[in-house]
């Protein structure tokens, strides 16, 4: 499967990068794909990664936008036609100061991504976790819990399988509608991280009895 990856900076990097070693081919983009930075990235990402321009990341079977918030809706039209293609949305619309979400509980950023990416099937995951566990998803014999949501069956499917090969334990978390609840999960995750002091190596786990 070919994943293109729309900001390539901490999520986008960790990401592709853990992709890429599970023996995806991953398209690391850039506004400026000739910049040393996604060069080295993708050279480090190993050889079923390359750099290149956003429209050809675009392409790929897979996109995943990991744009910051103010960025995302000029990302999103820049990669062109989205229909019927599978999106993910790792966003978080934070403000700029942590402080809280920039829109929440009657909407989200997940449902902003899919008004923008007119057509396309849009999953949102990867947003309640730090880049850091993104990049090695195991715990000592454990796995992070990932929740991801959409609207369509067969687009999560391939999220919940792209997880999975990544080494985390995916739980569906039911129609895009419930980005609104994942977008405050991930500001209690950066809460804890930055204010709490539980630094950046910590997931979520689920217990089932
Ligand atoms: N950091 C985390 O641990 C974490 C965890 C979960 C979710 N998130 C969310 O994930 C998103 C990304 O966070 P991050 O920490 O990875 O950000 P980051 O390190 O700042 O990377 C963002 C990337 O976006 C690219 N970019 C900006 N505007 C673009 C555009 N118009 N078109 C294409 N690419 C563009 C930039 O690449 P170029 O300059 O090369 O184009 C940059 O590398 C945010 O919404 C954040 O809330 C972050």
Not at 23 to 49: C, M, T, W, Y
Not at 79 to 86: E, I, T, Y
Not at 119 to 132: D, H, L, M, P, S
Not at 164 to 185: K, N
Request: aromatic share 8%; glycine share 10%.
């Amino acid at each position: 499967m070919t994943i293109g990856i729309i900001g390539s900076g901490n999520v986008g990097g960790a990401l592709g990068t853990a992709w890429s070693q599970a023996g995806h081919d991953v398209i690391f983009s850039s506004r400026n794909p000739q910049s040393k930075e996604v060069q080295e990235l993708a050279l480090k990402a190993g050889p079923k990664a390359r750099a290149a321009s956003v429209a050809e990341a675009a392409e790929a079977d897979v996109v995943l936008f990991a744009t910051p918030w103010p960025l995302t809706e000029k990302a999103v039209r820049s990669a062109g036609k989205l229909q019927d293609k599978v999106v993910i949305d790792a966003t978080n619309p934070l403000r700029e100061d942590l402080s809280g979400l920039e829109i929440g509980t009657t909407t989200s950023g997940g449902e902003q991504v899919a008004e923008w990416a007119k057509g396309a099937k849009v999953v949102k995951a990867f947003n309640t976790i730090g880049y850091k566990v993104m990049a090695d998803a195991r715990f000592q014999g454990d796995r992070s819990v990932l929740f991801y949501c959409g609207d369509d069956p067969q687009a999560k499917e391939t999220v919940r399988g792209l997880a999975s090969d990544i080494g985390f334990e995916p739980i569906d978390a039911g129609p895009l509608v419930q980005a609104r609840t994942l977008e405050p999960l991930a500001l209690l995750w950066i809460s804890l991280a930055i204010k709490q002091g539980l630094g950046f190596e910590f997931a979520y786990k689920l217990l089932r009895r």
